[in-house]
């Protein structure tokens, strides 16, 4: 049962990550709008090392290439179907751009594979868990206000865009309760989800937040690239630095 306990608080921690956003509550709106289009980039660069640095690298421990390269280009189309269907289904005077949906999609993904990651670790041992889910919590904090970021300059209001922020994080919870429910199991179909996640990644990416930054002009589109790369460093430093 102390098992159980660590490992629900340590998601419980996870999802307050959440509520990154709420520090925008405080600046004036132009600043949170300027704000939000170098977090926009900077999630693009974070997306994109998310996936090359992270997912694909821990996939490949599980899956022989071409059957990753399915699973990748799986969840790739996948994601272009998902935003498919909220563009035909997107009525044309609203302001909240399709792709903020397929983000909290893919971040719910990545999350509730979080949870897996952290409950296989506390299942390992206690210490290993604690670890694990600090180098979790490091990276999350940066990559949440990014996503706050996407869906506020994709069109939702503040309180929206903290409130489904935080929904999205919350499926670090469900991750980390199946993967202690399933202890067995739960590696075998958190390692699926891996490619798939990144396929969704790095559609995400490409097709939606990068083009965002060709909008720039001026000093800002070279601001917004630098800022692209930021993420793109930042998620390499993760990994070199924590191999997490």
């Known amino acids: 049962m102390e098992l159980f306990f660590w490992i629900l608080g340590a998601a419980l921690l996870d999802a307050l990550l959440g509520f990154a956003g709420l520090f925008s509550f405080y600046l004036r709106e132009d600043m949170v709008k300027k704000l939000a289009f170098y977090l926009t980039a900077f999630a693009g660069g974070a997306l994109i090392g998310g996936a090359f640095f992270h997912l694909i690298p821990e996939a490949s421990e599980f899956f022989a290439p071409m059957d990753m390269s399915f699973l990748i280009v799986g969840g790739f189309v996948s ?142 589109k070279i601001l917004t690239f630098l800022t692209f790369i930021l993420g793109l460093l930042f998620m390499l430093w993760i990994k070199l630095t924590f191999g997490g």
């Open 79 to 220: 994601f272009l179907a998902i935003e498919g269907y909220f563009h035909w289904h997107h009525c044309e005077d609203c302001d909240i751009h399709p792709f903020t949906y397929t983000m909290i999609f893919g971040d719910a993904i990545h999350n509730m594979i979080d949870g897996f990651v952290m409950a296989a670790a506390f299942i390992a041992s206690i210490p290993l868990g604690i670890a694990t889910s600090l180098v979790i919590m490091g990276h999350e904090f940066p990559q949440q206000l990014g996503i706050f970021g996407v869906l506020f300059h994709g069109g939702f209001t503040k309180q929206k865009a903290l409130l489904y922020s935080f929904l999205a994080q919350s499926t670090v919870i469900i991750g980390a309760l199946l993967g202690f429910l399933l202890a067995e199991s739960s590696e075998q179909f958190a390692s699926m989800l891996l490619p798939i996640a990144a396929g969704g990644f790095i559609y995400i990416a490409g097709a939606d937040l990068i083009p965002e930054i060709h909008k720039s002009k001026g000093v800002a």
